[in-house]
């Protein structure tokens, strides 16, 4: 891809600048912006965190001061940077983010920051969306290899959006052959560039779930599928959900049970499933997590860690439209593996196959 020379660049030059942005959900980066907006001092960026970051607007002779020239045309002639109606005015069609939450050890290693490119605020129909769940789902991964028996040679990420949970297992596991897969043509084009930005070797494939998985691997060839799909119920009053919230059917659980059932079928005898996901909780019932209970008659899979991870995520939507009698959502993730029967079987077959 042509551009991501341009985004090397504008990632190199942020963290010489010791940039860092922690996307906030979409409901907190609204409010801020509006909180700016309110005052005119205010309302303009100032700096490489309010134009790459909170997406505010700012004039040619500011972003001298944020980028240098030479950043800026590249930006600008890729339109990742366009000028409003009035061309007084410039905006980012991006936003650039920290893959993972800094810590106090990290901001004093001479290592350069892993920067992650996804959409700009608000949000559309087909953005590539990094926020709250993206940090906790990454978090989640970095514990998952006491689940595995050994270092997996196959990685999928289904529903991989811009890629974060591709790029993460791809560096804890570089020798592995690591996939994402996604619906959006614009989250899988700047999944390449992250990729590129990460130094991992990511292929990724516009798919319908697993749908396009490569012919190797379809018959009980991968090790690890890891998963952070939409979860957001889809809404009774027939208006569209962006593509990455949009879970449909069963509280949004849809796809996640999907992932996981379908998944089963390609799965290596010793593989491991990840998902992480939202759950609705019923007000009349505040006890029972259906997910937990689907999971548990998933054919051939066997549970092996379910952890809440945040126990009330997204508390804008709850009393109104598919939420309207629900009084939380949490945030779980689940990791699944193969039951001795299924083991077994799919074993024999492996061995009738390889036979042949």
Same mark, same amino acid.
């Given at each position: 891809m042509a551009e991501i020379?341009?985004?090397?660049?504008?990632?190199?030059?942020?963290?010489?600048?010791?940039y860092v942005f922690v996307c906030p959900s979409p409901e907190t980066q609204g409010r801020v912006i509006e909180k700016r907006r309110s005052d005119v001092s205010t309302e303009d960026a100032q700096n490489a965190h309010d134009f790459f970051g909170w997406n505010l607007p700012c004039t040619r002779e500011t972003l001298k001061s944020i980028i240098p020239d030479q950043v800026f045309e590249s930006l600008y002639q890729a339109s990742v940077i366009t000028q409003g109606d009035d061309k007084s005015y410039y905006r980012s069609t991006i936003r650039v983010s920290n893959l993972y939450l800094p810590t106090l050890q990290s901001r004093d290693s001479t290592a350069a920051p892993l920067y992650y490119i996804h959409s700009s605020f608000p949000a559309s129909a087909d953005s590539v969306f990094c926020g709250?769940?993206?940090?906790?789902?990454?978090?989640?991964?970095?514990?998952?290899?006491?689940?595995?028996?050994?270092?997996?040679?196959?990685?999928i990420d289904v529903c991989c959006g811009s890629g974060a949970g591709a790029l993460h297992?791809?560096?804890?596991?570089?020798?592995?052959?690591?996939? =994402? +897969? $996604?619906?959006?043509? *614009?989250?899988?084009?700047?999944?390449?560039?992250?990729?590129?930005?990460? %130094?991992?070797?990511?292929?990724?494939?516009?798919?319908?779930?697993?749908?396009a998985l490569p012919d190797t691997m379809k018959s009980y060839?991968?090790?690890?599928?890891?998963?952070?799909?939409?979860?957001?119920?889809?809404?009774?009053?027939g208006e569209d959900l962006p593509m990455f919230a949009d879970g449909g059917?069963?509280? =949004? +659980? $849809?796809?996640?049970? *999907?992932?996981?059932?379908?998944?089963?079928?390609?799965?290596?005898?010793? %593989?491991v499933i990840v998902v992480y996901t939202g759950v609705a909780i019923q007000t009349s019932d505040p006890g029972h997590d259906i997910f937990l209970e689907k999971l548990k008659h998933v054919e051939d899979a066997e549970l092996a860690e379910y952890?809440?991870?945040?126990?009330d995520m997204w508390p804008e939507e709850i009393g109104k439209g598919a939420y309207a009698d629900v009084c939380r959502i949490q945030v779980v993730g689940a990791v699944l593996r193969r039951n001795a029967k299924s083991m077994e079987e799919v074993k024999t077959a492996s061995r009738k196959r390889w036979a042949v």
């Open positions: 020379p341009i985004y090397q660049a504008l990632t190199q030059h942020l963290a010489k600048s010791n709250p769940d993206t940090y906790l789902f990454v978090s989640f991964l970095q514990n998952i290899g006491r689940h595995l028996p050994q270092a997996p040679g196959s990685i297992m791809a560096r804890t596991y570089p020798q592995a052959k690591t996939v =994402g +897969l $996604d619906l959006n043509p *614009r989250a899988l084009r700047l999944a390449t560039v992250n990729a590129q930005l990460a %130094g991992v070797q990511v292929s990724f494939s516009e798919s319908n779930l697993y749908a060839a991968v090790d690890l599928i890891v998963s952070n799909p939409p979860y957001i119920a889809s809404g009774t009053d059917a069963g509280f =949004g +659980l $849809d796809i996640s049970i *999907r992932v996981v059932e379908e998944g089963m079928k390609v799965l290596s005898p010793h %593989g952890t809440i991870l945040h126990p």
